[in-house]
């Protein structure tokens, strides 16, 4: 009796050459702080190890389609290979993807308020025209139906008494800046945080600008001194051999959500640790050993002004020393703020969790 007979087993998951290779650089990117060569070539040693391509379609022709399909460009002085706006977009989707879920585009907000008035979405609700409302709220088929009834069919009339307008939503919005520690201990004990922080920090801004329109993010690193980078700069964030500056980040936090007109506004901070650094004058004050009192003191005064401006911090600790956690704990009390400790894998869900939270719980 003949036993099974088993053959080989080739994966079949539809995907193309092209989209496979595609797939595991657009993840090398992140790794490499979007260096294009320093990806390809790792990609090319994994695929000496692994024989990720065959002879019908290489590395070669991996780069020639990537250039072709606009994610790939040569640098005209070097000849370096640099990615471009849309693998820029791509890797912000992607990230946004793998730690939200797939989410609607839509061109409005979605935080919704039981508030009817001068809003910005129509309800099915509909009042007697007021003098002042917006001409575009008006409800023609109700007002057309008030005209036949009041002043019969066969002459068209139409006094201000025949409008009715469509009652509007308020929705609320929102001004997010989210902080992110470039700090030296960020790629230190070798664990790379800094890789997730830029995950998430992509995926938070694909998803403001693409299912909350209405609401802004700010994106502001912070390190010996703190500083703006714009969303298209975040594939290439890297740390840097710096202390932390967290008064820093906070005060440039301060000036831009100041600025911001939204009576909504929070901080996100993603760190790893204590403030070890402050800037006094034109020197830094530094002090990694241990909690100091002067940064210490300076950092918490800043919370009690953010408080009071009812600006909340909600701080993401992705370390687990519960020495660094009681400063965080501090911290938070002084500005009645929130703080998580997650692990790095869990770090984008419980922001994306505590931005929708507050979409629904904070509302004016």
């Given at each position: 009796?003949?036993?099974?007979?088993?053959?080989?087993?080739?994966?079949?998951?539809?995907?193309?050459?092209?989209?496979?290779?595609?797939?595991?650089?657009?993840?090398?990117?992140?790794?490499?702080?979007?260096?294009?060569?320093?990806?390809?070539?790792?990609?090319?040693?994994?695929?000496?190890?692994?024989?990720?391509?065959?002879?019908?379609?290489?590395?070669?022709?991996?780069?020639?389609?990537?250039?072709?399909?606009?994610?790939?460009?040569?640098?005209?002085?070097?000849?370096?290979?640099?990615?471009?706006?849309?693998?820029?977009?791509?890797?912000?989707?992607?990230?946004?993807?793998?730690?939200?879920?797939?989410?609607?585009?839509?061109?409005?907000?979605?935080?919704?308020?039981?508030?009817?008035?001068?809003?910005?979405?129509?309800?099915?609700?509909?009042?007697?025209?007021?003098?002042?409302?917006?001409?575009?709220?008006?409800?023609?088929?109700?007002?057309?139906?008030?005209?036949?009834?009041?002043?019969?069919?066969?002459?068209?009339?139409?006094?201000?008494?025949?409008?009715?307008?469509?009652?509007?939503?308020?929705?609320?919005?929102?001004?997010?800046?989210?902080?992110?520690?470039?700090?030296?201990?960020?790629?230190?004990?070798?664990?790379?945080?800094?890789?997730?922080?830029?995950?998430v920090a992509m995926a938070l801004s694909e998803l403001i600008t693409t299912r909350y329109p209405k609401d802004t993010l700010d994106i502001?690193?912070?390190?010996?001194?703190?500083?703006?980078?714009?969303?298209?700069?975040?594939?290439?964030?890297?740390?840097?051999?710096?202390?932390?500056?967290?008064?820093?980040?906070?005060?440039?936090?301060?000036?831009?959500?100041?600025?911001?007109?939204?009576?909504?506004?929070?901080?996100?901070?993603?760190?790893?640790?204590?403030?070890?650094?402050?800037?006094?004058?034109?020197?830094?004050?530094?002090?990694?050993?241990?909690?100091?009192?002067?940064?210490?003191?300076?950092?918490?005064?800043?919370?009690?002004?953010?408080?009071?401006?009812?600006?909340?911090?909600?701080?993401?600790?992705?370390?687990?020393?519960?020495?660094?956690?009681?400063?965080?704990?501090?911290?938070?009390?002084?500005?009645?703020?929130?703080?998580?400790?997650?692990?790095?894998?869990?770090?984008?869900?419980?922001?994306?969790?505590?931005?929708?939270?507050?979409?629904?719980?904070?509302?004016?």
């Amino acid at each position: 009796m003949k036993g099974i007979v088993f053959t080989k087993f080739t994966e079949q998951d539809g995907k193309s050459p092209f989209q496979k290779l595609f797939d595991l650089f657009m993840e090398l990117l992140q790794y490499t702080s979007g260096d294009a060569t320093e990806a390809l070539d790792w990609l090319t040693q994994l695929d000496n190890k692994y024989q990720l391509t065959s002879d019908d379609y290489g590395i070669g022709d991996f780069i020639e389609d990537l250039k072709e399909q606009g994610y790939l460009q040569e640098n005209e002085q070097t000849g370096a290979y640099q990615i471009t706006s849309k693998s820029e977009q791509t890797i912000r989707k992607r990230s946004l993807d793998e730690i939200f879920g797939k989410l609607k585009k839509t061109r409005q907000g979605n935080h919704h308020t039981f508030k009817s008035g001068q809003g910005d979405e129509m309800n099915p609700e509909t009042r007697q025209y007021e003098f002042g409302d917006a001409l575009d709220a008006i409800d023609y088929t109700g007002s057309l139906k008030n005209s036949f009834i009041n002043h019969g069919v066969d002459q068209l009339q139409m006094h201000q008494d025949d409008l009715e307008i469509h009652e509007m939503d308020y929705k609320t919005q929102t001004s997010t800046v989210l902080m992110i520690d470039i700090s030296h201990s960020m790629i230190l004990y070798g664990e790379d945080r800094i890789t997730p922080a830029k995950k998430v920090a992509m995926a938070l801004s694909e998803l403001i600008t693409t299912r909350y329109p209405k609401d802004t993010l700010d994106i502001v690193v912070f390190g010996n001194d703190a500083w703006q980078i714009e969303m298209k700069e975040l594939p290439y964030l890297q740390v840097g051999p710096y202390h932390t500056n967290t008064v820093a980040g906070l005060e440039l936090a301060m000036d831009i959500l100041r600025r911001r007109k939204n009576p909504n506004k929070q901080v996100f901070m993603i760190t790893d640790g204590k403030p070890t650094c402050l800037k006094v004058g034109n020197k830094y004050y530094k002090n990694s050993f241990g909690i100091d009192s002067k940064i210490l003191n300076r950092t918490l005064n800043l919370a009690g002004q953010m408080r009071r401006l009812k600006i909340p911090v909600i701080t993401f600790m992705i370390a687990n020393d519960p020495y660094l956690q009681s400063f965080v704990r501090n911290f938070t009390e002084v500005n009645n703020g929130k703080a998580f400790y997650s692990s790095l894998d869990g770090l984008g869900q419980f922001i994306f969790e505590d931005y929708e939270r507050n979409k629904r719980k904070r509302v004016r």
